[in-house]
């Protein structure tokens, strides 16, 4: 789902949009090309003179290696924690457990590149940093703490970079960063005023309750 965010964010670049519509280009829109890293190639083939494919051909080839690792890795193994925290499937201990140490593994392979590199690529931002930033984004938002802020610094430098790109934030919005990070397996905050007073202090709660009932029998 998030990734449907690129798409939009290269539409709001500079010129990329014109560029493709005035040469003929724009029917992909009506086409309704899907597959994230489909449109992320067709438009940066589209606009080659931005280099967001890289400046030469073996740029291009180590774009395309990016993006097949996101869709290959670094996607499977953080949905894989992200979707039992937000509540879609129903979380089992074994398998976060082993989401966990894939998502360090994952991770410690991008930092270890980062820390050479300033972008995934070259010397300036290509799809290869969106794709990555856009999936990190629920990452920063949910299951990447202080203590994996602290961990990996490189990716926190770089997606920082990405986020504080204008057209990043105008559809993607500001980057929310978690002071700690959820767990599937906490108590989901309980929609009902009262279950809510029950959550924050039971025993009040239960001392409050007796009272109530006990009104309504004298005015019965």
Same mark, same amino acid.
């Given at each position: ?10 539409? *709001? ?7 493709? $519509? ?17 449109? $992320? ?14 400046? %030469? ?9 990016? $993006? ?15 979707? #039992? ?9 074994? *398998?976060?457990?082993?989401?966990? %140490? %894939? ?12 820390? @050479? ?7 300036? $931002? ?12 629920? *990452? ?22 990405? *986020?504080? @790109?204008?057209?990043? @934030? ?18 989901? #905050? ?15 709660? @239960? ?11 004298? %005015?019965?």
């Amino acid at each position: 789902v998030c990734k449907q965010y690129v798409f939009f964010f290269f539409q *709001a670049e500079d010129g990329i949009r014109d560029f493709c $519509l005035s040469r003929g280009l724009g029917d992909v829109y009506k086409r309704q090309l899907l597959e994230s890293n489909a449109i $992320l190639r067709y438009i940066a083939r589209t606009a080659l003179n931005t280099g967001l494919y890289g400046v %030469n051909s073996y740029e291009n080839s180590c774009v395309d290696q990016w $993006l097949d690792w996101v869709s290959n890795e670094l996607d499977p193994v953080l949905f894989s924690i992200v979707i #039992p925290i937000l509540g879609y499937t129903k979380p089992d201990t074994n *398998a976060y457990l082993d989401a966990r %140490n %894939n998502y360090y593994r994952i991770f410690t392979i991008l930092e270890n590149h980062l820390r @050479q590199h300033t972008y995934m690529v070259g010397h300036q $931002l290509t799809i290869a940093d969106i794709s990555v930033a856009v999936i990190l984004v629920f *990452a920063f938002r949910l299951c990447f703490g202080e203590k994996d802020r602290q961990r990996f610094p490189s990716i926190v430098r770089h997606t920082l970079t990405v *986020a504080s @790109q204008q057209s990043f @934030q105008k559809f993607c919005g500001r980057l929310i960063i978690c002071k700690k990070e959820f767990s599937p397996f906490s108590e989901l #905050p309980i929609e009902h005023n009262d279950k809510q007073k029950e959550a924050k202090n039971p025993k009040q709660y @239960q001392q409050q309750q007796p009272k109530k009932e006990s009104k309504k029998e004298e %005015n019965s």
